[in-house]
């Protein structure tokens, strides 16, 4: 792992204030002296989550802020805090987001991801299962999968509101597909918790239905000062929630309202279980984080601070000068599929997603005005007045 070169950014801090406009203005620096970003450029001086956004009008500059520690790249070159092993925010995925709600544009309503079955892999999995009806055994439980993953075949890759070919959407993409997993039985995670598979009663799960679980932000939580200056997104986890859908003749899904009870009872736990689970799988701390990203955003553009600031982030919002769109996009993922033999047989192909409409945190219901000025208090704490020529973090 590669120790940070500048020691000063290797500090813990309970509050680390990011100026965006500042380290727009330090990262086109960057680019006109033809130097690539620096790791603290990139890894937004070991942010680990985003707390607050504030906008100072005195000196137009709109900051995000949450604790920092010193940090370092893992085996897989991901930046990771030392002390909590928390993943930390990206420049690339904060520029994802704030494109997104880029300065003068309309909104983006949705940003999600979904991986579903094609109608034709359905159907072939209809006919699949029919062909076989009455006639296995226990001992067919590895053919049957096998079968199922043949005929269901690829899934489909969707996603909105961002471009596919980003880190975000990548993150979207695995955290849906490695909950499915956790779902089926073919992916334990580091705490104790039921699958949705030991939990199912074959007598009460058709073989053709589909459970369809979707994580969503929990979108309450957001605190902002009288004047919206300040504002404040309270810690807390995703939640998984399922809707049930049985799939019908030709593949046509339909939804049902019939309530299975071991998919609502994973998805609580799972949701119940949220913070611990993301504390030791990376991937569920970095959804977390890119919900709170994509809110911070939405704030920034629905509270028009960029026309406050004078600023239209030129350098930040331009893809030739900043790239975010640098992997391959994933278009189609292996069918995940298990077969489990209990009394008869259960299986469950899944399909699903993530769905995260970060304006509805800001909807008057889910938020709450900051009367006791602690917003405020915090953003008043240290200003970016004195700040020395090209700093764009400070504590």
Not at 171 to 179: C, N
Not at 236 to 244: E, F
Not at 305 to 320: H, I, K, R
Request: hydrophobic share 40%.
């Amino acid at each position: 792992a590669r120790q940070h070169a500048d020691n000063h950014v290797m500090h813990s801090s309970e509050l680390r204030k990011v100026s965006l406009n500042r380290l727009e203005a330090v990262v086109d620096a960057h680019n006109k002296a033809g130097e690539p970003l620096s790791e603290e450029i990139r890894g937004l001086a070991g942010l680990t989550s985003v707390q607050y956004v504030f906008f100072y009008p005195d000196t137009n500059d709109i900051v995000i802020a949450g604790p920092a520690e010193g940090f370092v790249a893992d085996p897989t070159e991901r930046l990771v805090g030392i002390r909590s092993g928390r993943p930390v925010v990206l420049l690339e995925d904060l520029v994802t987001a704030m494109r997104a709600y880029a300065p003068g544009q309309k909104a983006t309503s949705v940003i999600s991801v979904s991986i579903d079955p094609t109608q034709e892999g359905l159907a072939r999995m209809q006919q699949f299962l029919a062909s076989v009806r009455g006639r296995v055994q226990p001992s067919d439980a590895n053919r049957l999968a096998r079968g199922l993953k043949d005929n269901l075949g690829l899934q489909t890759v969707s996603i909105k509101g961002i471009p596919e070919s980003t880190h975000f959407a990548r993150v979207l993409v695995e955290a849906d597909y490695r909950m499915k997993l956790i779902g089926i039985g073919l992916e334990r995670l580091p705490i104790r918790m039921q699958s949705y598979v030991d939990r199912a009663n074959p007598h009460s799960v058709a073989a053709n239905a589909m459970e369809r679980w979707y994580f969503q932000p929990r979108y309450d939580g957001i605190a902002v000062s009288e004047d919206g200056l300040a504002m404040k997104i309270k810690e807390r986890g995703v939640q998984l929630v399922g809707a049930n859908e049985r799939v019908a003749g030709g593949g046509r899904r339909v939804a049902n309202g019939r309530v299975n009870k071991a998919s609502q009872a994973f998805c609580q736990d799972f949701t119940d279980k949220f913070t611990m689970i993301a504390d030791r799988v990376r991937i569920y701390a970095e959804l977390r984080q890119l919900v709170d990203v994509a809110i911070a955003a939405a704030y920034i553009q629905q509270q028009d601070f960029y026309t406050q600031a004078d600023w239209n982030m030129p350098v930040l919002g331009d893809e030739s000068q900043v790239s975010v769109q640098t992997y391959t996009a994933p278009q189609q993922v292996e069918t995940a599929v298990n077969a489990i033999w209990r009394g008869n047989t259960l299986m469950t192909p899944l399909g699903g997603g993530v769905h995260m409409q970060p304006r509805l945190a800001l909807n008057k219901e889910n938020l709450t005005v900051d009367t006791s000025g602690e917003n405020n208090q915090v953003k008043q704490s240290a200003g970016p007045s004195n700040l020395a020529e090209g700093q764009w973090w400070w504590d």
